[in-house]
């Protein structure tokens, strides 16, 4: 058993006579993003000019023909709908709007390839279902009526299938400018996101009425605040025995996103750090009219900064690349400043010192910070930082009693643990027997250091089992008491 998502955003057309779909794209990618933390393969994101009525069809019939019974199926659609002669069309690309109904895919042969299928649960949310004039305007608009009609008998009779519509075919689908994503798929990704508690039945399940309840809730106000004419939207339904119908069980997603945000809250912040030692004299900048530095010193750490900085724009450039690829920002969504790489949900620190233990090594350091609960739970964040780091800084929201840390752990007299402290006991070195993790603690700080390079998540998963394994120890949270 398995879910199985095919998504199509269309923002862009390659014809004459369709105007721009604003943020389909966004929507597309956002829906990808969701579904994917929900467990769903998303087997295919078709975006703008690669949404072609031949790749769509050809899509959806391959994957539709790979299911199995137990399977699921889900189509997400945003773009300009149409109807002729009472059949649903949904554009394409390459679409043209004097012949739509050749050069669009119908709503019909959807169905039909559902029922072909052995699949016989699937799922359809259209960002296109609205009304609007013969002329298309800036909405995600439809020429007369889209056939409601159409959808209406085939889902009633459709058990274990359901369709959502981001409105009534006498309405239309409303983009926002401040959330970036039309107000219907916002909140659906809302929803998705286990952002939305009312949409959730027994604090984990999204089913399809209590979705629909929550879309009913916040689309026309949110539709209404969006644009300045009071236009109306009405999130729409079609199916039968939809109650029970369960889109995703979002509890894996909401205990991993308890994890990403450090649970009780008692931790502000986390940085994430990886540091490679190179000898000085393996710079780009180094030649061989230089010297080596014998000791650590202002003069030395100055030399080594400037001979290094072509290595660190190479590295700053390599991670540029890798983050704008996996995490597909467009240019807007990524700045570099001063080696430092900024995103909307991180930044990336590089810079390069001097070793102040051997003088004739340099250390590049690479730092993460400013790390979103939202990135933490993306797959591809995890993936991109996949054994990156060697040690993660906690940033306490309540100083650390530094002190009383140690006496708790003394007055354990266990064998199971060791804190070491320096005469003035302003830091502390905590190790378990048995693990290579290792947590240095001061009154600001908790620096958990692994022995191995980790992801950010694999960190914060790390400082968790420690810090319970402490707790089971001492009978309380240590690491909380001030």
């Not at 690479?366 to 993306?378: C, D, G, I, K």
């Amino acid at each position: 058993m398995a879910d199985f998502a095919l998504i199509i955003g269309i923002e862009q057309y390659m014809t004459a006579g369709f105007p721009t779909v604003q943020y389909a794209e966004a929507d597309a990618k956002g829906m990808a993003d969701a579904l994917k933390e929900l467990g769903y393969d998303v087997d295919c994101v078709l975006v703008s000019q690669q949404a072609t009525k031949n790749t769509i069809e050809h899509r959806i019939s391959e994957l539709l023909e790979s299911l199995s019974k137990d399977d699921r199926f889900l189509l997400y659609y945003a773009g300009h709908g149409f109807a002729e002669v009472g059949n649903t069309i949904l554009s394409c690309s390459d679409s043209v709007l004097k012949k739509i109904g050749d050069t669009g895919v119908r709503m019909s042969w959807i169905l039909e390839q559902i029922d072909a299928s052995e699949c016989d649960r699937a799922m359809l949310f259209l960002d296109a279902c609205h009304a609007g004039a013969v002329n298309l305007k800036s909405e995600r608009s439809v020429l007369d009526t889209m056939s409601e009609s159409e959808l209406k008998d085939y889902f009633a009779k459709a058990e274990h299938k359901v369709c959502f519509a981001a409105c009534k075919f006498n309405q239309k689908s409303i983009s926002s400018g401040k959330l970036k994503h039309g107000v219907w798929t916002y909140y659906l990704l809302k929803a998705l996101r286990g952002e939305a508690k009312t949409a959730l039945q027994a604090g984990r399940f999204l089913t399809a009425m209590k979705l629909q309840d929550y879309l009913q809730a916040q689309v026309p106000l949110a539709a209404k605040a969006a644009r300045t004419d009071g236009p109306k939207q009405t999130p729409i339904i079609y199916g039968s025995q939809t109650g029970e119908f369960h889109i995703a069980d979002l509890r894996p997603l909401l205990e991993k996103k308890e994890v990403a945000e450090h649970g009780d809250g008692s931790y502000a912040s986390a940085n994430f750090k990886a540091e490679e030692k190179v000898a000085v004299r393996k710079l780009s900048g180094f030649e061989r009219r230089h010297t080596v530095p014998d000791q650590v010193a202002d003069y030395a750490e100055s030399f080594i900064r400037r001979i290094a900085a072509n290595d660190i724009h190479e590295r700053v450039e390599g991670w540029t690349q890798q983050i704008r690829t996996k995490l597909r920002l467009k240019r807007t969504g990524l700045r570099v400043e001063d080696d430092r790489i900024i995103t909307d949900d991180f930044e990336l620190s590089i810079w390069c010192e001097q070793n102040p233990s051997n003088p004739s090594e340099a250390i590049f350091y690479e730092e993460l910070s400013n790390v979103s609960a939202a990135a933490l739970s993306r797959p591809e964040f995890e993936d991109l930082f996949s054994s990156s780091f060697d040690q993660m800084l906690l940033h306490p929201a309540k100083r650390i009693d530094v002190t009383y840390l140690i006496d708790a752990i003394e007055a354990l007299d266990s064998e199971q643990i060791s804190v070491d402290y320096p005469t003035n006991a302003s830091r502390c070195t905590v190790r378990l027997v048995g693990s290579s993790t290792e947590l240095t603690v001061t009154k600001d700080a908790v620096k958990v250091s692994s022995g191995e390079q980790l992801s950010p998540h694999e960190f914060i998963e790390l400082f968790h089992a420690v810090r319970e394994e402490l707790k089971q120890l001492a009978g309380a949270n240590l690491l909380l008491l001030t």
